[in-house]
């Protein structure tokens, strides 16, 4: 039931190019749909979160698109430059369950020059 | 805002020693907070649930008489690994959330020797 599936394990990019990961999750108790950027050695950062009364949230060049039907979300990162590389983890989670967050597998994008 | 502090960052301890890592949040008050251990390469996986004034609770499969969760004030959370082995060296995270955004602290990695 907390299953949460990210793909792809690894991205590569060339710099302007776009990003996209994906996140299926099974819970539908979800009701928070954070992604989450880690550089190593240092703990995560939000980067965007949607809730699921809206498909599609943008920030910047960072974008989410829910699809709550098929239990989907994604991470678009338009025009990716070298500092965007790092791992990215979606972390779905649910207000009536303390607020814990399930941490997908991960994500190492890399960006090239 | 919405800053949690972690510390210390790092951490060498002899094998069998306990080690004590603090947690706090720095412009608001959590009544919960929550601790993640993240091993190289993996993802990050949720240890307890820290709840002020009363008993961590713990997922399954982790020691609490192992690793003792205390958290006595609003700011404060502190895990303590106790009798540490080689085995226990991980980069450990902790996480409040100041309204709907979870915000974490930098970590601490931990080596046992």
């Known amino acids: 039931q907390q299953q949460v599936k990210q793909s792809p394990q690894s991205l590569i990019v060339q710099k302007g190019g776009i990003s996209i990961i994906n996140c299926a999750y099974e819970?539908?108790?979800?009701?928070?749909f954070p992604w989450y950027q880690q550089f190593p050695g240092k703990g995560p950062a939000l980067l965007i979160a949607i809730r699921p009364d809206v498909s599609e949230k943008k920030e910047g060049r960072f974008t989410i698109s829910f699809n709550k039907s098929a239990k989907q979300f994604s991470l678009h990162i338009m025009d990716s430059q070298p500092g965007d590389s790092a791992t990215y983890f979606c972390?779905?989670?649910?207000?009536?369950?303390?607020?814990?967050?399930?941490f997908g597998q991960g994500t190492t994008l890399q960006v090239k020059p | 805002g919405a800053v949690v502090s972690q510390h210390p960052s790092r951490v060498i301890c002899k094998s069998g020693t306990s080690v004590k890592i603090e947690c706090r949040s720095l412009d608001f008050q959590a009544t919960t907070m929550f601790w993640y251990r993240q091993f190289p390469k993996q993802s990050l996986m949720l240890m307890a649930t820290?709840?002020?004034?009363?008993?961590?609770?713990?997922e399954q499969g982790v020691e609490k008489d192992k690793f003792l969760i205390n958290h006595a004030s609003l700011t404060l959370s502190t895990l303590t690994v106790t009798s540490a082995h080689p085995e226990d060296s991980s980069f450990y995270i902790c996480?409040?959330?100041?309204?709907?955004?979870?915000?974490f602290g930098s970590g601490t990695r931990l080596t046992v020797v």
């Open positions: 820290s709840n002020e004034g009363s008993k961590a609770t713990y």
């Open positions: 972390a779905p989670g649910s207000s009536s369950n303390t607020g814990k967050l399930i």
């Open positions: 819970n539908t108790a979800f009701d928070y």
């Open positions: 996480s409040a959330s100041p309204g709907q955004k979870y915000t």
